[in-house]
């Protein structure tokens, strides 16, 4: 029998299933704090720089005379946002209260930063601002690139030694290295170590992935991996809750690592995926772990079930390259690149993006986590209604469109259109966060099976690209300054994805169609005969 006729008999989300798929679950929230983490960690805060003769305990003006200080040493800043310059002050060289005609402008080395929304974050006790701010930029990146080789590196890994070795592999070197980023003396060594950070993490959230939907029956899938999203979506809340409550980088990072300890325990509970076993030909120990799940299900299980085929576990997988080998695949699979992309560039950009909306840091990252959650009940109720297609591009557009529209209360309105500008950011994140869920499953059904895991291999890290790219998108507001660069990240975000959507209507529907299982398969799915006998007709006029 294959697989799947087990779980049929089995139960496909039976009372074994649901408890190993919540302890699968667990690690995503881990997981969601860790992707999000640097955006608290590595916050800019408000910053000027130290003046002599000034009381510099505090960001804050204290007195008159204070602010007749303050404006005889620091210049006024070109940027509309900002009262004073944060790189430059003057050079005093006559009296002390008044600025002398001879005086120039100098960088400062030393800075003094508010304190009101973070005590210290790393950002500030490394003082990466002025001409090292792009470094906050650059470990994000470094980061993605870790999630990146994390997902290439481990899911080799998971496919050699087995699901459950390789993920205790990744909970041994994500608890080390995320205690250890609490003490990084410096930035190269805490590059290296978020490095490691990005891959361990999502080496460990893809397996979670993939040995949990190995144990869900086919009709449950879908709604198992949305499910998993969710509990990213509560580390984000977890994750804004450790910040509000400590404030501190250090000990926001403690947080996020403590609960790594508790992964190690998954060595004596979570059990190697069965199908994996099979594959590997070792059928007494799939037995045990089917006759353990059968038991905790309360159903018998015949014999004859368990004379195992290995037909679909035999290599029948495709090359990469055969997603390009057909001018139909090659805009599929480009297509599904460029939203994978986007999607991720706007997921996380938009986060990102949190502390230049204005307003309250906390209020605005813990709504545009939360709202993750309407946007998967969302993608479960309308997959199977409207289709993955009409759905995956109902979100992009959605999104894009009102990431675009910030631009109006930003450029043409005040600080009390703020909660505008925030529901729209709103808006933004809800659409991408639901054409996550929907381009997971858009995805695996529209690739052909013998190229299915190589395509959804490639879709996953050029999501990674956009993770990559976020930072920067993200940051390029600091650099254009003014009114315009705080909506310049949600424009490029709004742009992108629209285009994104309105491209996805070049691929056919998947809903209620028998799936593609060949390459030829593939270049027929979704095509008429019409289209498909004119082809034909150039190709063979082409070759006379």
């Known amino acids: 029998m294959k697989f799947d006729d087990i779980l049929y008999s089995l139960g496909e989300f039976g009372r074994y299933q649901k408890r190993l798929y919540l302890l699968l679950c667990l690690p995503a929230i881990s997981v969601g704090c860790f992707m999000m983490g640097l955006v608290l960690t590595m916050e800019t805060p408000k910053h000027r720089c130290k003046i002599l003769s000034y009381p510099n305990d505090t960001y804050e003006v204290q007195s008159a005379y204070h602010q007749h200080l303050i404006n005889l040493t620091i210049p006024r800043s070109d940027d509309e946002t900002l009262d004073y310059s944060r790189c430059y002050m003057y050079t005093r060289t006559g009296a002390e209260n008044s600025k002398p005609a001879n005086s120039t402008e100098e960088k400062c080395n030393e800075w003094v930063y508010d304190t009101s929304v973070f005590e210290s974050t790393f950002t500030s006790k ?220 706007m997921y996380y950009g938009v986060t990102m993006h949190a502390g230049n909306m204005g307003g309250d840091f906390y209020l605005n990252f813990f709504l545009l986590a939360v709202v993750e959650f309407p946007a998967y009940a969302l993608c479960i109720i309308l997959l199977d209604r409207i289709g993955r297609k009409k759905l995956h591009c109902s979100f992009m557009v959605l999104g894009g469109l009102a990431c675009l529209s910030t631009i109006f209360p930003v450029l043409f309105g005040d600080k009390s259109l703020q909660p505008v500008t925030l529901t729209l950011a709103i808006l933004g994140k809800i659409g991408s966060a639901g054409a996550f869920g929907v381009v997971y499953v858009f995805s695996a059904e529209l690739f052909p099976t013998v190229v299915r895991n190589a395509g959804m291999g490639a879709c996953s890290c050029v999501a990674r690209v956009g993770g990559m790219l976020a930072p920067y998108v993200a940051s390029s507001g600091d650099l254009v300054g003014g009114k315009f660069g705080q909506a310049l990240p949600l424009v490029i975000f709004g742009a992108t994805s629209v285009t994104a959507g309105l491209l996805c209507l070049l691929l056919p529907e998947t809903l209620n169609k028998k799936l593609p299982e060949t390459v030829e398969d593939g270049v027929k799915f979704g095509r008429t005969p019409d289209k498909q006998k004119k082809e034909y007709d150039v190709s063979s006029s082409t070759k006379l």
């Open 126 to 345: 490394m003082n990466l601002v002025c001409d090292d701010a792009l470094l906050t930029s650059h470990a994000k990146m470094i980061f993605y690139f870790g999630v990146l080789v994390g997902d290439l590196g481990f899911g080799v890994l998971a496919d050699i030694i087995g699901r459950k070795k390789a993920l205790y592999v990744t909970f041994v070197i994500l608890l080390a290295a995320a205690f250890g980023i609490c003490w990084a003396p410096e930035f190269i060594s805490f590059v290296i170590l978020e490095f490691i950070i990005g891959a361990a993490n999502h080496g460990a959230f893809m397996i979670c992935c993939v040995l949990g939907l190995e144990m869900v029956g086919p009709s449950k899938r879908v709604w198992a991996g949305i499910i998993i999203h969710a509990f990213f979506a509560i580390g984000l809340l977890y994750l804004a809750g450790a910040g509000y409550f400590l404030r501190d980088g250090q000990y926001i990072s403690i947080a996020v690592a403590v609960p790594c300890v508790f992964y190690l325990t998954y060595w004596w509970f979570v059990p190697e995926s069965p199908r994996w076993l099979i594959s590997q030909g070792r059928q007494p120990e799939a037995e045990r772990i089917i006759r353990k799940a059968a038991k905790v299900n309360k159903v018998n299980i015949d014999s004859k079930l368990l004379k195992f085929s290995n037909e679909d576990n035999e290599s029948t997988e495709g090359r990469i390259w055969h997603l390009f080998s057909h001018r139909v695949m090659l805009v599929r699979t480009l297509v599904l690149f460029f939203n994978w992309a986007i999607v991720s560039m």
